[in-house]
């Protein structure tokens, strides 16, 4: 592998601020509809992963679905929202310089220079604050989640921390907005239990699999010095090692949900041969030119993945809410076989009680 000179933060700003090009002014409609953009309200897919926290928090706590909880989840998805949307305005006035050294990225309306950057910062606060608000108002538990998330938005971006550079755990660091989001659902409809840590981790390290895979489809396609350009944790990276961290996220996820499983729904069980060949449709587009992981909010694209998904999604709702206790005497839980094992024989029980 050849050497690369490792370029300083400021020299990476400098260079990229040089290869802004000269762009006619835009009219006051273009730079509304520029800030309007800055939002990203087509990433609102993404909130979706709020739901299972939603599904798996009545499931386990019996909590009926009723008119005041239909209000709860529409004021939360409206603070996810705009708490995400303010991210974003974050990510994209702090990433200008360098999303203009990306192929794509470089079209983007802060890079083109396009957005006035202290009415962006403004952006960013307002949507924050009324998210949060919002968060207040379903209990205090929701808004600590979309605080945890806001904050979270802050260190992948903000210098001198900006995870979003450092290898690894610009991945982790993203990937944790899952398990935020699940939380997001869970109180929700609750705020007297927390969500199972397995669960969470287990979202978590999902999340880091398929972030991973988009750090590793951007890095074949746009080649090793231009990445460097656009973000310095490429600089650590190789096509092996993002693929050896693939391993790692998807072997360790599927070890915590199948620690959930045991524990709160074996039913899911069933769910286990949708999920293993949904990842590995999504590790096989991982490789595609141009591929959707590298902008997951177009995913709705691939009609084969979003069978599949739905298929999964539907499985997994319905193993949340029936009971098959047959299961049970198939896989025990580790205290009942326990027991079972030292259980004394009928007989003996019987010479016991004649006793």
């Known amino acids: 592998m050849p050497i690369v000179e490792v ?30 953009s800055l939002f990203r309200l087509d990433h609102s897919v993404k909130q979706i992963f709020v739901i299972p926290g939603i599904v798996v928090a009545v499931s386990i706590t019996q909590e009926g679905f009723h ?29 200008a310089p360098f999303d203009r050294q990306h192929p794509t990225k470089s079209s983007r309306p802060a890079a083109c220079g396009d957005v006035s950057t202290p009415i962006g910062y403004a952006q960013w606060l307002v949507s924050g604050i009324i998210g949060f608000a919002l968060a207040l108002a379903v209990s205090k538990a929701l808004l600590w989640s979309v605080l945890s998330l806001w904050v ?30 699940l939380c997001v659902g869970w109180y929700i409809v609750t705020s007297t239990v927390i969500p199972p840590i397995s669960l969470l981790l287990a979202y978590w390290l999902l999340g880091a699999y398929f972030m991973a895979l988009k750090r590793f ?47 709160y729904r074996m039913e899911m069980v069933f769910a286990f041969p949708f ?24 995913l709705y694209r691939e009609p084969r993945l979003m069978v599949l998904l739905t298929l999964c ?5 319905i193993t949340s809410f029936i009971r098959i206790p047959e299961l049970e005497r198939i896989f025990p839980k580790s ?6 094992l030292h259980q004394p024989p009928v007989s003996d029980r019987e010479t016991d009680k004649k006793l």
């Open 217 to 263: 489809s951007e890095y074949r396609q746009i080649g090793r010095q231009p990445a460097v350009r656009y973000r310095r944790s490429f600089l650590f990276y190789t096509e092996q090692a993002l693929l050896i961290s693939v391993l790692f996220y998807t072997a360790a996820a599927m070890l915590f949900l199948g620690a959930f499983i045991m524990r």
């Open 67 to 95: 008119l005041a909880l239909l209000t709860r989840a529409v004021l939360g998805f409206l603070a996810v929202v705009l708490v995400s949307s303010s991210n974003y305005v974050l990510n994209e006035l702090l990433d």
């Open 335 to 340: 205290g009942v076989h326990h027991a079972r």
């Open 275 to 298: 999920i293993a060949l949904l990842m590995a449709m999504y590790f096989n587009l991982a490789f595609v030119e141009d591929s959707p992981v590298q902008n997951p909010e177009k």
């Open 7 to 36: 370029p300083s933060r400021t020299s990476l700003i400098k260079a990229a601020s040089n290869s802004k090009t000269s762009r006619p002014e835009p009219t006051p409609a273009g730079r509304l509809a520029a800030h309007l």
């Open 152 to 181: 979270m938005g802050c260190l992948y971006n903000i210098p001198p921390i900006r995870t979003k550079d450092i290898p690894y755990l610009d991945v982790l660091s993203e990937s944790i907005n899952n398990p935020i989001r």
């Open 313 to 317: 999604c539907i499985v997994l709702a």
